[in-house]
């Protein structure tokens, strides 16, 4: 790699990790555009810990707070934030369990630039859909068991390429009747234990083959990647109410498309 691709595919998944656009489906652009190389495992480890990194520093009082609260509940000392804590972990492991099951499946038969175009399009007029039907009823503090169940299960859905976790989870949030900015915050919260568990199990990989990256460009994306993913949390939940979801859509249908004509011209 050299610095151009350093700085852009880092700036790519701290940008593209909470955004409801897939990161998935703007990773594989470069490499088909500009022929790059790949970026190599130990890349990818260092990009997923500067977006872990980014969000635990946004939301560290609240996740403080949901580890003292759930931990506390198992030696009879529960808080207010304990049933949000257990929520958090519920809406979890359908993640694990489909990744477990699925991950053989997944990166042999969804990887490719037609799937990612599909998703993208599909999930994204899906979540065009939901938040033109929101009540905005409820917020975070109304979530329930099934809701977690639920956001949890369509979190899953989100390995499959190109469906993009954020956007799935916001989804089905709004759905299930809950207002902008609780959507988008259960969101990040669940993505605390995903992206640690992704950064755990590539970087056990990582420590079975190897990699010849340069620490320093991994340095590098990992600081880019968590300063860009930070920035992009807070401008999101700040901007959420007033622009909605609709540039979002237009985006990924704008980028489905691009994808497909990628796709048919190779």
């Known amino acids: 790699m050299d610095w151009l691709q350093v700085i852009s595919l880092a700036l790519i998944q701290g940008l593209t990790e909470f955004l ?52 506390g509940s198992l030696v009879g000392r529960p808080g207010e934030q304990t049933r949000l804590a257990w929520l958090v972990v519920l809406a979890t492991l359908p993640a694990i369990v489909a990744g477990y099951l699925g991950a053989e499946l997944i990166d042999h038969y969804t990887r490719s630039v037609l799937v990612i175009a599909a998703t993208t399009l599909i999930f994204g007029a899906l979540l065009w859909w939901a938040d033109e039907q929101r009540s905005e009823r ?56 995903v992206i640690m568990g992704a950064a755990l199990y590539k970087g056990l990989e990582l420590a079975d083959t190897g990699s010849d990256n340069y620490l320093h460009m991994v340095a590098g994306g990992t600081a880019v990647a968590a300063v860009s993913a930070f920035a992009c949390i807070h401008l999101f939940l700040r901007w959420l109410d007033r622009i909605g979801m609709k540039p979002f859509v237009i985006y990924r249908l704008l980028l489905g498309v691009l994808l497909l004509g990628l796709y048919f011209s190779l």
């Open 138 to 193: 409820r917020d975070l503090a109304a979530l329930g068991w099934r809701d977690g169940l639920l956001i949890g299960i369509s979190q899953a859905l989100a390995l499959i390429p190109g469906t993009s976790r954020s956007g799935v989870t916001i989804t089905a949030a709004l759905l299930l009747g809950f207002d902008r900015q609780a959507a988008a915050r259960f969101s990040f919260l669940l993505s605390v234990p």
């Open 20 to 71: 409801p656009i897939s990161s998935s489906a703007h990773l594989i652009l470069p490499a088909q555009l500009l022929n790059w190389p790949d970026q190599g495992l130990a890349f990818d480890v260092g990009v997923h810990l500067g977006t872990l990194l980014a969000v635990v520093a946004y939301f560290r009082r609240e996740l403080l707070q949901l580890a003292r609260d759930g931990f």
